[in-house]
Structures are given as C-alpha cells and as structure tokens.
C-alpha cells in the first residue's frame, strides 16, 4: 500500500513538472534535487549565486528534477510518519504535562506551534498523520490553574492544491480568544482525554500600551542541524523567554522537500511551543511549490497573505514583513508597504521592518537590488527603528539616518565571510551563528546579540 501511495505521489510530481515545462521560464533554476548533502550541488549553487527570478528553466532540467524528485519522495513518506498505529496509541500515552521538551513518542508529527498571538487571542497548530477532529483540543489555564478556554482543533489536509503534490497528514488548528493582555497561560494539547504535551505562552500587551516585552530575530535556519539545535539552545537558555519570535527567512535548505520541513520543526519543537512565529519566506522557500508549503504551515493572516506580504502589532510596536524574493520597491506590494509605515507611524508605534535580503550588507550576497534607493527614504520618513533580515549568514549591523539594519543570518546555515572591505556604515559584524534579543520598554529599545558558537553558551556580541 505504502509502495502505491509512493508511487502516486510521484506521478502526481511528474504531472505537475510536465505542466510546468510549459513555461518558458521559471524563477528557479537548473534543478539537481539529487541528495540534499552531495548531489544538490548544482541546485545549491543557484540558491547562492543568484536572484531566482532571473534564471531560465529547461524542459532537460525538468526531467532530471521529475527523476530525482521520485527518489526525495520516496524517502519523504518516511520521513516522520511511520508510526501507523499513532492515533490508536493515544490512549495509552502517558500525559506528559511537565512541557514540550517531552515529547519523545508523541502522535505530533508537528507542534504545538503558536502563531498570530493578539492581546486576547493566540493560534495553537499541531499536525498529525490522521485526521483527528473530534478528539483534538487544547487547554488553556490560568495562573492558578484553573481552566480559562476549551478549543476543539479543526483538521485540514496540511496541504492539497491541485497540480501539486500534496502534503498528506492533518493540520489542526484552533483559536483561543477571549485571552487577557499580556497574561502567562499555561496550556495542553488533550489527546483523547490525556494530556500529550503542555507548555506556555504570553499574549500580548494591550495595543498601544508600554508593556515591557521582549521578541527574539534569528534566520537562515538551513542545512547544519546541529548549529541550527545550538542557536535554538541558546535562545531557550536565555532567563527570560522572549514573547515572540522571528525567523528572517530560509528556514529550510529546499523548500519542496518535506524531511527537511520536518528537521525543522523537530528542531524548533521546544521553542514553537513556547512563542508565536513569524517567519518571512526565503528565497529556499520561494522554490517552486516550497512556497506553498511555506504557506500550509504558517498561517499569516494579512490581505496579502498569497504574496507573502504582512503586518502585524505587538504592544506598542509594529511589524512590516516583506517577500523580498519578488520586487517590493514599486507596485501595489510597495504602496501597501507605505500605507502601512504612516498608518503605523501616525498611531505612534516603534516600527520594525523584516526582510529576507538585507538592504546593506558587505556579505556574500549584494544588497537587496533597489533597496537603498526606493525603500530606505520611506523607513526614514515613517521613523522605522530597525530593519531585521538574512540571507547572509553571519552578523552585520549597519547604522544608517538613525535606523538600525541588522543581518542576523547566522540560525544554521554555513557561515559567510565578513568582507573587511566595506564601504557602507557598519558598525558591527561577525562570522559567527547567532540569534538576536529586542527588549522594548516604553520608549526604550535594547537590542542584544548573541554569538552561539562562543564555548559556555551564548555570548553578547553587541549591545546598543
Ligand atoms: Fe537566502
């Protein structure tokens, strides 16, 4: 049965491909899919050396990419979902509420994750191999531990779009409203009456108000696990849990690629569980149906969720994430992005922009083409604090008319040269992994980063 299913799931890559060949161009490339560690060099060096929307793909690549995609699919099924008997299990599974650390054995092949968390409302998402509406839901407690909210999960195909090839477990998403502003709640997936994993979460302040609170910036996530499962360490070891977090995009090495998705949330299990998360999409994402994968998972609620575009509030600050793998600096994506500067600007919040590609930069990869340009006069008429991004994998800090522009791309991925020779104002920079701490009280806002390979754990590599 598993071989047929394999099987389909290839023809169904296959039919898709041939529908795409029809094109005479793709914004990605001459694809080797081949293994992700030794034959993916071909596809590697694309991802590195160029924009995607300027590379031409052949009917010949697409053969190859339709061969060595049977072989990622073949592996994929396994990749996580072997244990059949999962939700006949749950029944005997031991309640583990003493947090998501212990979740060895559990029937989520993905989550808890948290996303979208307001002053009164946070997603809770969690993915299963079966469809398990009806005996699926989340606890949410109080201080005290009594029981605040009750919320069924409603299940879903994670991902099934025609011409795609479909992602065939079950998302469960549930909403718990009716939250307190910037309240610690505990909560637990109930699982069949048992309790399977339990962690907590803070909403956020009052809109507008000058709560103190913290969020966590860190990105390139790709390809080195161990150095992505130190990064995530060394976050988690930090005194105070951050309230959100943001991942600056290339969370995985080859976004069609499911095994590697599922490294991923392994890997961020115990922080996912902990924060809502924001991620923009990089350019390995923005591979052909990588992006809507992207999308299946990470809910992001905005009217121009489809490009990948969006804002968010926490507090008395605002969030502008941009899909900087299409053209942001003309178009009706550039003049939503200026709508939403000023409306935030007028309202009086501290604003900080996200991006993929960074605007300055002395790093392997050039500046985001036209950022300087176009986009730089508009976070200096609207007062943006900090423009947060990745791509390049070390930390760079550039200062600039009073905004901060920060490359924090060191989440995993191979580290890249510093590049001495820099024209541009930097003030800081260094090759190293690292994830990046905001802490915003009232008017003051204190960035913190952190060098992850420093021997003892984490250790501060600037603060201002
Ligand atoms: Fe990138």
Redesign the pocket.
Known sequence: MALIFVEWRCQMTKAFLMGVSAMTSLFVAGLSYGSKTEGGTELKDV?ETADATEIDISSKDLDSTARETDQIEGTTDDGGFEDAQMLEDIASTDPQPEGAETVVGLPLLKGPYLQWVTDKSIVVLIETKDDATGFASVEVSGGSGETVATKDFVFSKTFEKEGFPPIDTYLGKAKIEDLKANTKYNYCVVIKGSKVVCDAFWTAPLDKAYTPYTFVAFG?TRTDNDAHRKVIDGILSLSDVPHFAINT??LVALGTDLTLWQEFFDIERPLLSKMAYYPVI???EYILWGKEYFQAWFDLDTPLRDELNYSFVFGNSAFVALNTNEDVTKGHVFDWMVAQLQSYHEAGYHIFVIT??PIYTCSN?PPYKGGVEFLVPEFERYGVVAVLS??NHLYEHFLSNGIHYLTV?GGGAPLYDENDTCDQPRVMWKKVHNHMVVSVDGEKIEFTVFDDDADGGPQVIERF
């Open positions: 991802l390139d995009g290339d990089g350019n390995h993929h590609h990869h990745g791509h791309g």
